[in-house]
């Protein structure tokens, strides 16, 4: 998984595909996991809602992505 296809997805795709992911969103206190607005929202714009620093946000989910079975 490349860093730029990451931000082609909506955070709610991202949860979808890679599950292993929403523990990344739950242990940064972002509340994406369930919120509607998932859908729309890039990691970018995860970030900045949250006020979240991107390259930590982008380095966990590749983490979780390539960490997880399958």
């Not at 490349?2 to 709610?12: F, H, N, P, Q, Y």
Request: glycine share 6%; proline share 6%.
């Amino acid at each position: 998984m490349r860093a730029a296809t990451l931000l082609d997805l909506s955070v709610g795709e991202i949860m979808t595909r890679y599950p292993a992911t929403i523990a990344v969103f739950i242990a940064m206190q972002m509340h994406c996991v369930g919120c509607p607005i998932g859908q729309f929202h890039t990691l970018p714009d995860a970030a900045r809602e949250h006020h979240t620093d991107i390259d930590s946000l982008i380095a966990a989910v590749m983490t979780a992505i390539e960490d997880s079975p399958g």
